[in-house]
């Protein structure tokens, strides 16, 4: 199996070329650490600043064999006189292992090297029995632990900055992640209120402009084109209401926007003359039945009831046979026994078996919203065919704990 041998980092070649330069300056000058050994063994420390030298080169890439490869070259330069510039190396060394090693090393690191101080201290103190064996034990500290000591201080403040610069992306990412979830609910939201808002004027307009093309009779023409005008009026006017609550700038003179009108529940009724104007020539009658009572309710509440209602009775308008269009609403009891909660339930029920083809086009969108209003509420939503006749159900929860947060 073939073995990578990493390239010495460029820092680390600067590192041992400078400090063979200096070594070898010290040794022409005879500049020894301890000279009367130098005068017996003094070609022998360039050797050792050599090895050193090599180790100095792994102190990054090759650890721990550029420590184990110092470790006894210091030792045995301890016995050639030794130059300062290779005592020097070889704390480099030992900084290094304990800032790029693995974190086993550098943890075992300082306890190793303070144990080492220790023993040297008082193995020269048993031997000599002469207090400079202290002294010797503190330069033993000063290239052992004190290096170590430094390497794992800086280690941990790397470690800790690059744990706060990962939190700081991961909030970030969560933070990009929040906004993009707020712009997909703010665009949903306006999608629902957008179709909710001109979907039934604009069906009712394209079904009345179908009677006034095909009908030659100039009175139904013109309740038509009136029936078109009436329409077209109300959409601009709730067209205008939604940008007004899109808009986020403040008026000319600093105040903010009034907020407009939220539609109520107590507007249902003209909701349904609306309608019923809307399918006169379709054959549909239309009944509101509210056993609410103008009781005031929970905003959004009554914001989702009222677009309910609306965009089932466009649906009925579009899809229904002639017959009655029933829409009722009540306070039930859901939940079991024990826990139950206050909910509106809202019904509407038209008759099936309308025409081949829808009198007005639509997108299907409008049970995607309903469905998407309900489960804002936390509420349950069901469409389709009861007893021959197509059903709107929904209960919306009265109590504040309800709906998504």
Not at 365 to 376: D, K, N, P, Q
Request: aromatic residues 2%; hydrophobic residues 50%; proline residues 6%.
């Amino acid at each position: 199996m073939a073995v990578t041998i990493a390239r010495p980092h460029r820092d680390d070649v600067l590192i041992a070329v400078c400090g063979a330069a200096g070594g070898l300056a010290l040794w022409f000058l005879g500049l020894f650490t301890n000279p009367p050994l130098a005068e017996r063994h003094g070609e022998l420390a360039l050797v050792t600043l050599a090895v050193m030298c090599v180790a100095v080169l792994g102190r990054r890439v090759a650890q721990p064999w550029a420590l184990l490869l110092a470790v006894p070259t210091v030792v045995a330069d301890a016995f050639t006189g030794s130059v300062l510039a290779t005592l020097m190396l070889f704390t480099d060394v030992v900084y290094a292992a304990a800032l790029y090693g693995r974190p086993r090393l550098s943890r075992a690191l300082l306890p190793a090297s303070v144990l080492l101080s220790v023993a040297v201290t008082a193995a020269v103190l048993a031997v000599s029995r002469r207090p400079e064996a202290v002294v010797l034990g503190i330069v033993c500290a000063l290239v052992t632990a004190a290096p170590a000591g430094t390497g794992i201080l800086v280690r941990q403040h790397r470690d800790r900055a690059a744990a706060e610069r990962l939190r700081a992306e991961q909030t970030a990412l969560l933070a990009e992640m929040d906004r993009k979830q707020a712009v997909h609910a703010e665009r949903a939201r306006v999608a629902r209120e957008l179709h909710d808002l001109v979907a039934g004027h604009l069906s009712a307009i394209a079904l009345h402009s179908t009677a006034a093309q095909s009908l030659d009779d100039p009175a139904a023409t013109g309740r038509a084109l009136a029936v078109i005008r009436e329409n077209s009026v109300h959409g601009l006017a709730e067209m205008r209401r939604l940008i007004s609550l899109l808009r986020s700038e403040e008026a000319e003179d600093g105040s903010a926007p009034a907020p407009a009108a939220v539609p109520k529940l107590a507007g249902l009724s003209a909701l349904v003359r609306r309608a019923e104007a809307d399918g006169d020539g379709a054959g549909l009658v239309f009944e509101l039945h509210d056993e609410i009572g103008g009781r005031p309710l929970p905003a959004p509440v009554e914001l989702a009831a009222y677009r309910l209602v609306q965009e089932s009775l466009t649906n009925a308008l579009k899809h229904a046979a002639p017959g009655r269009v029933r829409v009722r609403l009540a306070e039930r009891r859901t939940g079991e026994s024990g826990r139950e909660r206050p909910a509106l339930s809202v019904s509407v029920a038209s008759p099936l078996g309308g025409p081949a083809e829808p009198r007005a086009p639509g997108s299907g969108s409008g049970l995607v919203g309903m469905r998407e209003r309900v489960a804002l509420l936390g509420g349950v939503f069901d469409a389709g065919e009861r007893d021959g006749r197509w059903l709107v159900r929904a209960l919306l929860p009265l109590d504040e704990g309800s709906g998504e947060r």
